[in-house]
């Protein structure tokens, strides 16, 4: 009997142990561990930003500081393809807007631990592409702070192009971060600028003498044009929204110069447009000259249908370009 309740004893001890253990002992330890993990991977982040504005990972740097939790700040990942053996010109030129957003950024008043700009190029992360199944670059992607990346997180790079301003727009509406780009400077346009009034300065001078030219209906007429040319093409857009000059698929190697949907366009295809425009404009010019030229009636008819082959095929073409954009359009012209 003694026996017995020695052993109680016993045991009621140990359990009394064990209680005031679990009482003295500070709660959240698993927590603690987890927020010193937290604050490693933020020191760390912040240690690469101060180095390099934006940061190259790897495929393990992107699991452990991008996807992998505990994570309190936001990533914006730039999946790119910068080797020279990928001919990828639109990479390069995505980099360097990338670069001066980043940059912007990493020397602003208001930079923080909250924003990180990074990098991952398919030669040296090719597993983290395969990881999400991305089959394109460039692509720019926002990995927020809690929860997994929505379908808005992704940058809608073929409809708004690459510019620094335009990524910097699309920040603010995924984290409410707001960035003022600045751009260093760039005196190549004031130095055109400046050649252009001495070569028009230059040439007036020489023919201070003789300026009849100034009135020559034919040469204001052709600038006109030009300038017709130039805004209809949409020139005006390439030079806001800062589209690719065209898009190489990674898979195949093909190079697309026209654009698939009615909301973006490539700058090769301004250029083919303006070509096509000029090209029907030319057979218009030849018409209007067949018709009231009073020269040889051969001559004549030679460029009237000069003019009009000029005229009919190329406007084909180009109805063939708006059917290809704009899906379901009913009508064609000798080209489909």
């Given amino acids: 009997m003694a026996s017995f309740w020695t052993k109680t004893s016993a045991n009621l001890s140990v359990l009394s142990v064990f209680f005031l253990l679990l009482i003295c002992l500070p709660p959240g330890g698993g927590q603690k561990k987890k927020e010193n993990?937290?604050?490693?991977?933020?020191?760390q982040m912040m240690e690469w930003s101060s180095r390099r504005s934006v940061v190259r990972m790897?495929?393990?740097?992107?699991?452990?500081f991008v996807k992998a939790p505990?994570?309190?700040?936001?990533?914006?990942?730039?999946?790119?393809a910068l080797q020279p053996q990928r001919q990828c010109s639109v990479c390069r030129q995505a980099n360097e807007e990338y670069q001066v957003l980043a940059n912007s950024w990493r020397y602003s008043s208001a930079f923080?631990?909250?924003?990180?700009?990074?990098?991952?190029d398919y030669d040296e992360g090719a597993d983290v592409f395969q990881q999400l199944n991305m089959n394109s670059a460039p692509t720019f992607m926002h990995f927020p702070a809690k929860g997994k990346p929505k379908r808005a997180d992704t940058f809608d790079l073929q409809r708004i192009g690459f510019a620094s301003e335009q990524l910097a727009k699309w920040i603010a509406d995924r984290t409410d971060v707001q960035i003022r780009v600045f751009r260093p400077p760039n005196y190549s346009g004031t130095i055109a600028l400046a050649l252009l009034v001495s070569l028009v300065g230059g040439l007036l001078y020489l023919r201070r003498n003789n300026l009849e030219f100034i009135y020559n209906k034919t040469g204001w007429a052709m600038a006109a044009l030009c300038v017709v040319f130039a805004m209809t093409s949409g020139q005006m857009w390439n030079h806001i929204r800062g589209p690719p000059y065209a898009h190489k698929n990674p898979q195949n190697g093909q190079v697309s110069y026209i654009h698939g949907s009615s909301q973006a366009q490539f700058v090769?295809?301004?250029?083919?447009?303006?070509?096509?425009?000029?090209?029907?404009?030319?057979?218009?010019?030849?018409?209007n000259e067949a018709a009231t030229s009073k020269g040889d009636v051969g001559k004549r008819r030679i460029i009237c249908l000069v003019g009009l082959g000029l005229v009919v095929f190329f406007f084909s073409f180009l109805l063939s370009i708006f059917r290809s954009k704009y899906h379901g359009y009913p009508y064609s012209f000798l080209i489909k």
Avoid: C, Q, W
């Avoid at 790897?58 to 452990?64: E, I, Q, S, T, V």
């Fill in 37 to 43: 993990l937290l604050s490693e991977k933020v020191d």
């Fill in 70 to 80: 505990p994570r309190n700040y936001s990533v914006i990942v730039m999946f790119t």
């Fill in 112 to 120: 923080s631990n909250k924003l990180f700009f990074t990098v991952v």
């Fill in 268 to 287: 090769a295809e301004s250029h083919i447009i303006l070509l096509l425009n000029a090209a029907i404009t030319m057979g218009m010019v030849l018409l």
């Fill in 58 to 64: 790897n495929g393990d740097k992107f699991r452990r």
